[in-house]
C-alpha cells in the first residue's frame, strides 16, 4: 500500500487540487504516440490552436475510491471510453481507442493512488479524460493534431451533512438544440450552459430544468444532471430524447431498478404537464459527482410545483435505488458483470 497524502478527506470540497502524476497522449499524422505519465500539469500549444479557436474539445469524469474491503477501483470506465468516442466521432476529432482509453485511466490512478481517498472518508478521486485541436486552425476545419490528457484531482463527499432537496426551475434557454450536440460530452455545451447556470443562482435556484427547445413541452435534463421520476406506485420513469446526455449512473440506475429491485421502468417521453398534474412522488438528478441530488420543487415562471417528498430528505425510492448503487460502487454490494475495474488491491 502506498502511504496516504496527509489530507482531510471530509473537508475537501469540488475544485482542483494538483496531483503527481497525468496522462498525455499526441496525436499527430494521423496516429496516437505512446503516451506517457508525467510531471508537468501545464500544456503548451499554439496562440492559434483549434480549441482555442472553434472549441474542438470533449471530456468526460469519472471517479475512483476505496471499496470496503481496500480495494482500488473505478465504476465503468469503459463506458466513459465508449461515450468519449461518441463524442470524438461528432466532433471530426480522433478516436482514443477504448482500450488504450481504460488503460491511462488505470495508469494514471495508480500512478497517483496516494491522492485515492479511504473508504468511509466520503471523497473520492474524481478523474477527468478530456481532449482538443492542438494544432493551428484559422480556417474553420477541424484540427489535424490533438493531445488526449487525463488528470485526477481529490474531491469531497458531495452533500456533507445529507442530501437535502434543491429547487430546479424551468429555463427560458436551451441546452441543446434538436439534431444538435446534446448527446455528446463536449465542452461547447457547458460553455453555452454558464450563463443560465449565474441566472438561476442569481435568482436563488440550484439549476435549470431544459425542456425540449422545439415545443417546450418536454423534460430533457438540467445542465450536468439527467432527471429521475418516480409514480406514486413506484414505477421509475426517465425522460427520453436524443438530445439528452446519456448519463452512466441514470443508465445504472435503471438497470438495478430493473434487474435488482424487480421494479418497473419507463423510458419515455416525459411531458412538464404531468409534473404539474402531480404525477410523481420523487424526482431526482443523476450524474457521477452527486449520484443522486433529490430535487424539492420545480419552478415555472411563478409556479412552484411541489414533490410529495418534501424539502427535508430524499424520497424512499430513489434513496433504495441511491443505497444500491453506492453499495454496489463500494464493495459492499455484489456488482453486475463488468461495472468494477480494480485499480489496486
Ligand atoms: C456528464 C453529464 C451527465 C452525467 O453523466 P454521468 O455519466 O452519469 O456522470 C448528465 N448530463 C450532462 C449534460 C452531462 O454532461
Known amino acids: 500500500m502506498v502511504a496516504k497524502k496527509d489530507i482531510d478527506w471530509g473537508s475537501l470540497g469540488f475544485g482542483y487540487i494538483k496531483t503527481d502524476k497525468r496522462f498525455v497522449s499526441n496525436y499527430k499524422n494521423g496516429a496516437w504516440d505512446e503516451g506517457v505519465l508525467t510531471d508537468d500539469a501545464n500544456v503548451v500549444m499554439s496562440e492559434c490552436a483549434g480549441v482555442l479557436q472553434y472549441s474542438q474539445s470533449c471530456f468526460e469524469g469519472l471517479k475512483a475510491y476505496t471499496t470496503e474491503d481496500g480495494k482500488i477501483v473505478c465504476f465503468r470506465p469503459d463506458q466513459n471510453a465508449l461515450r468519449m468516442k461518441s463524442s470524438c ?14 488503460k491511462a485511466v ?26 482538443f485541436g492542438s494544432n493551428p486552425v484559422i480556417g474553420v476545419k477541424p484540427a489535424d493534431e490533438y493531445q488526449f490528457r487525463i488528470f485526477t484531482t481529490p474531491v469531497g463527499p458531495y452533500f456533507k451533512g445529507g442530501a437535502k432537496p434543491i429547487v430546479i426551475r424551468i429555463s427560458d434557454f436551451d441546452r441543446a438544440a434538436p439534431h444538435g450536440t446534446g448527446h455528446v460530452k463536449a465542452g461547447l455545451n457547458y460553455a453555452m450552459s454558464l450563463h443560465a447556470i ?3 443562482h442569481r435568482n436563488g435556484f440550484n439549476e435549470n430544468l431544459y425542456l425540449d427547445p422545439a415545443t417546450r413541452t418536454k423534460i430533457e435534463e438540467t445542465g450536468g444532471a439527467n432527471v429521475l421520476f418516480v409514480t406514486p406506485d413506484k414505477t421509475l ?3 427520453k430524447s436524443p438530445s439528452i446526455l446519456p448519463s452512466i449512473t441514470r443508465r445504472s440506475i435503471v438497470y438495478i431498478a430493473q434487474n435488482i429491485l424487480g421494479m418497473k421502468v419507463e423510458e419515455r ?4 404537464d404531468e ?7 420523487e424526482c ?3 450524474g457521477t459527482a452527486a449520484v443522486i441530488s433529490p430535487v424539492g420543487k420545480i419552478y415555472d415562471h411563478g409556479t412552484e410545483y411541489a414533490f410529495p417528498s418534501g424539502m427535508e430528505e430524499m424520497g424512499p425510492v430513489l434513496k433504495k435505488l441511491y443505497d444500491t448503487l453506492t453499495g454496489i460502487q463500494m464493495g459492499r454490494l455484489e456488482a453486475p458483470d463488468g461495472w468494477i475495474q480494480v485499480i489496486d488491491g
Open 89 to 102: 466521432e461528432r466532433l471530426e476529432m480522433p478516436v482514443f481507442p477504448v482500450e488504450r482509453w481504460v
Open 106 to 131: 488505470v495508469d494514471t490512478v495508480r500512478a497517483d493512488e496516494a491522492w485515492v481517498p479511504p473508504y468511509g472518508s466520503g471523497a473520492t478521486l474524481y478523474i477527468r479524460p478530456y481532449m
Open 275 to 281: 409534473v404539474k398534474k402531480g404525477s410523481f412522488a
Open 198 to 200: 449565474m441566472d438561476a
Open 269 to 272: 417521453e416525459v411531458l412538464f
Open 237 to 239: 420513469v426517465v425522460p
Open 284 to 286: 431526482g438528478l443523476c
